[in-house]
C-alpha cells in the first residue's frame, strides 16, 4: 500500500509562510483520497485539507483563505502552502490516506508570536 512521508515544517513568526510536503511511495497519490490534517498539545486532531480526485479540495474552517492545498502528480507528493500563519496554526501536521487508522510521525510547525 501506498506510504507518506511529511516534511517542510519548521518556526515561523506570525504572518510568515510555509510548505509542507507529502510525498507517496508504493503507489500513486492520484490513486487515493488523501488529507492534511493537524494535532496541537491537548486538543483532538483535525482536518486541515482534503484531495480528492476530481472532487474541489475542501478546507476546514479555521485555515480557509490562508491554506492551500495542491497535488504533483509527476513528483507523486501533495503540497499544503501555509500563508499568513497564526500561532494557534501551531500543530504536528500529518498528511493521510482518507479512513486509515495508523499515522505517520508527522511534521511540527511552530508559529511564534
Known amino acids: 500500500q501506498v506510504q507518506l512521508v511529511e516534511s517542510g515544517g519548521g518556526v515561523v513568526q506570525t504572518g510568515g509562510s510555509l510548505t509542507l510536503s507529502c510525498a507517496a511511495s508504493g503507489g500513486r497519490i492520484s490513486a487515493y483520497a488523501v488529507g492534511w490534517f493537524r494535532q496541537a498539545p491537548g486538543r483532538q486532531r483535525e482536518v486541515v485539507a482534503t484531495?480528492?480526485?476530481?472532487?474541489?479540495?475542501n478546507y476546514g474552517d479555521s485555515v480557509k483563505g490562508r491554506f492551500t492545498a495542491s497535488r504533483d502528480i509527476a513528483n507523486n507528493t501533495i503540497y499544503l502552502q501555509m500563508n499568513s500563519l497564526k500561532p494557534e496554526d501551531t500543530a504536528v501536521y500529518y498528511c493521510?490516506?482518507?479512513?486509515?487508522?495508523?499515522w505517520g510521525q508527522g511534521t511540527q510547525v511552530t508559529v511564534s508570536p
Open positions: 484531495v480528492i480526485s476530481g472532487r474541489p479540495i
Open positions: 493521510n490516506v482518507l479512513g486509515r487508522s495508523d
